[in-house]
């Protein structure tokens, strides 16, 4: 990344407010609206993957993958 991002400081009121907070079923989906988000990561790519099918909350893959995992 080329974005100096030591010194963002970045919340998504209304986020929180539509999907009522923070939990750990959401927390990397509220990290990915974030500036922090690497879209190339393991995580985005999977994501993109498995959007459409039954293994859309499936973290199994992601153990065998080789590059930026966000946990």
Known sequence: ???ELTAIEWRS???LF???GLRPDNVLEYFSQ???WDPSSNN???KMQTQFNDLQHSSY???SMVGVEFA
């Open 1 to 3: 990344m080329s974005k």
């Open 13 to 15: 009121d209304q986020w």
């Open 18 to 20: 539509q999907f009522g």
């Open 34 to 36: 974030s500036p922090f």
């Open 44 to 46: 985005a790519v999977l």
């Open 61 to 63: 893959d992601l153990k």
